[in-house]
Each structure stands twice: as structure tokens, then as C-alpha cells.
């Protein structure tokens, strides 16, 4: 094959497309890795507070700008912990969700 222009593109598409290929693949791959987790703050998320974390704190509620639901999570101490409650209430869905879970030691690792 003679080198000329419309034969370079037609190597440099394939090129391309192989290379989409590759990454089609790749992800496919990927995709029963589970997703790579955060390691929690070591310390309680309240200003001024270095006691450990202790719990975990997460509430789901309605954006009051009309946005959609919104998942809010803090990492408290003991003792911010136990002044926690849920503040959105009012604004109470189907998906609404208040939780408090406990931070094992193994969790900050």
C-alpha cells in the first residue's frame, strides 16, 4: 500500500478505534471492582473538637432550592453525637433517612 494521505487517516482512525475498543474493555473489566471507599476523619467534625470520631452521622433530605435529595454526612465524637437530631423533619420525603452509625477502629485504619 503507497503511502499517502487518505491511507494515513484511515490507519490513524483505526488507531482510534481500537483504542476505544481497549477502553470499552478495560472498564468492562473494571466494573465488578468494587468502588474504592474513603477512609472516615480520625478526628470528631465539629470545629474545634479533636476528640476521635466516633459515629457517623448522615442525613438524606430535600434540597429546599428544589435541586433534588441531598446526603449530608459528619464524623462526631461521642458527645457531638448525642447532641445530634434530625433538623429536616419538615421537609420529610420517601427517601428521607437519618441514620447515626458507629466508626469502628478498624474503619480509620
Do not use: W
Amino acid at each position: 500500500m503507497a503511502d499517502t494521505k487518505s491511507g494515513r487517516d484511515e490507519q490513524a482512525r483505526d488507531e482510534e478505534r481500537r483504542q476505544v475498543e481497549r477502553d470499552i474493555s478495560e472498564a468492562r473489566e473494571r466494573g465488578d471492582e468494587p468502588e474504592p471507599t474513603a477512609d472516615p476523619p480520625a478526628e470528631c467534625h465539629r470545629r474545634g473538637c479533636s476528640e476521635p470520631a466516633a459515629f457517623s452521622v448522615t442525613e438524606r433530605y430535600q434540597e429546599e432550592t428544589g435541586a433534588g435529595a441531598v446526603e449530608a454526612t459528619a464524623f462526631l465524637c461521642v458527645d457531638h453525637t448525642a447532641e445530634e437530631s434530625p433538623v429536616n423533619v419538615d421537609d420529610a420525603y420517601e427517601g428521607y433517612a437519618f441514620r447515626v452509625e458507629p466508626v469502628g477502629a478498624g474503619d480509620r485504619d
